[in-house]
């Protein structure tokens, strides 16, 4: 493919050869797409992640010991993993592995926010000890007691959560 000088070079001695009007209409569509180039190319999705003023997620839980130790555990400063504006911790270099290949499988679902908050379209805090794994997805809540209420009906929660998140997103995402 032609480097874009010898492109403009091309366009401009075909539009030598076309009438003068012709010729403005193709050096205004070549401004007009050079122009536009840089629109298309910062094309940036939103994220939104319940982090504390440091960027730490999970309030600094390693977030595969809720699948692994079916538990909280704590993180330490050792090992750490930026991923989609959060600073994730680890208890271990085994579990910093196991995210970094599959981050998807590990992050908590929702941002980190409360399942049941989101569900009510609302961004709410959470207890790491109200954790819960459904369908292979980490969900948080704000309490054991909002987990029951989530678990009522955990499928038609979850699916009104669902829902919801790309609306709060776009609302309040960065």
Same mark, same amino acid.
């Given at each position: 493919m032609p480097s874009f000088p010898h492109a403009v070079d091309f366009i401009v001695r075909i539009a030598s050869h076309q009438r003068p009007i012709a010729m403005k209409k193709i050096i205004i569509s070549l401004i007009i797409a050079t122009l536009a180039l840089p629109l298309f190319?910062?094309?940036?999705? +939103?994220? #939104? @992640?319940?982090? $504390?003023?440091?960027?730490i997620a999970i309030q600094g839980y390693d977030p595969v010991a809720f699948f692994t130790d079916n538990k909280p555990v704590k993180g330490?400063? +050792?090992? #750490? @993993?930026?991923? $989609?504006?959060?600073?994730?911790?680890?208890?271990?270099?085994?579990?910093?592995?196991?995210?970094r290949a599959n981050p998807a499988k590990y992050e908590p679902e929702f941002g980190g926010y409360c399942a049941y908050g989101v569900s009510r379209n609302k961004l709410v805090e959470i207890d790491v000890d109200a954790f819960q794994i459904v369908d292979g997805k980490l969900l948080l809540q704000y309490s054991k007691g909002v987990r029951d209420d989530f678990?009522?009906?955990?499928?038609?929660?979850?699916?009104k959560a669902s829902a919801n998140w790309t609306g709060l997103v776009a609302k309040k995402g960065k």
């Open positions: 190319a910062q094309t940036s999705t +939103k994220t #939104l @992640v319940n982090v $504390d003023h440091t960027g330490g400063q +050792k090992y #750490l @993993v930026k991923h $989609d504006g959060a600073i994730y911790c680890f208890a271990s270099k085994e579990h910093e592995d196991l995210f678990n009522a009906d955990t499928q038609g929660n979850l699916a």
